[in-house]
């Protein structure tokens, strides 16, 4: 691995370490989702100057007016979508962003498919899960209120920007079983939700308070 990829200093496996005993503090549990934020490497996904900031629990810029999620949120939402499913093999994520949560999903299930409505950030994300080598990530260029019709059902669904409420089309691609992990409400008061798909219909479990930037319309 290049020194890049590893880290040095602020960006270290030590302070990744750090970053996961914060995080098991904090209440996250599921052994798989902490391995991988052990030695998933954030700081290749921020700008260079933020670069020694990766790991506070804290989201950060990365440009067009978005922000990487904190490490707390990436992992709450891992796991309450993987605790639920064991191994997914599809699972639709709405909102790429820089591709720090893509690669920790990507890790966990069969293939990613992967919605971003602004083409430049998507791009950043491409250039950084090929320098990790993960592959099992499909990408669209779209507004993810349509979800991605071509490959529903999915098993999972992990959108990582506030509606105001639930898009239809998100409902409709979810299988049988399946579990969609979505935060909604306007901004100041969104709250993190757990739809799961069964027979007699959906079933929403409400969790904690989030701030995620909102979900919007059209492709920039
Ligand atoms: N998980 C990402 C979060 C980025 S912030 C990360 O850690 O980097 C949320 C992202 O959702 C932004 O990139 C924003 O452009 C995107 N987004 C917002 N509304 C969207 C929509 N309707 N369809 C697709 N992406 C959307």
């Given amino acids: ?39 998933t490497p954030r700081h290749i996904f921020v700008d260079e100057a933020l670069a020694s900031r990766a790991y506070e629990d804290t989201p950060l810029p990365i440009g067009y007016n978005q922000t990487i999620s904190q490490p707390y949120i990436v992992a709450r939402m891992t796991e309450l979508l993987v605790n639920k499913l064991g ?27 992967s919605v971003e409505r602004i083409l430049p950030l998507q791009k950043k994300a491409k250039t950084h899960l090929f320098d990790l080598k993960i592959k099992n990530v499909s990408y669209i260029h779209n507004d993810g209120g349509w979800g991605w019709p071509e490959y529903a059902p999915f098993d999972g669904i992990l959108v990582s920007a506030a509606p105001s409420e639930i898009p239809d089309a ?30 007699k219909g959906y079933e929403v479990e409400e969790f904690e308070g989030v701030s995620f930037v909102p979900f919007l319309s059209g492709r920039e």
């Fill in 170 to 199: 998100l409902l409709e691609q979810m299988a049988m079983g399946a579990v969609m992990i979505i935060p909604t409400g306007e901004s100041g008061g969104q709250i993190l939700q757990r739809v799961i798909r069964t027979d």
């Fill in 87 to 113: 191994h997914p093999q599809k699972v639709l994520e709405i909102g790429t962003g820089c591709g720090y949560q893509t690669a920790v999903l990507a890790q966990l299930v069969d293939h990613v498919y």
């Fill in 1 to 39: 691995m290049s020194q890049s990829l590893q880290g040095i200093g602020m960006t270290s496996q030590r302070t990744r370490d750090r970053m996961v005993n914060r995080l098991i503090e904090q209440g996250v549990r599921n052994h798989k989702v902490l391995d991988i934020m052990r030695t």
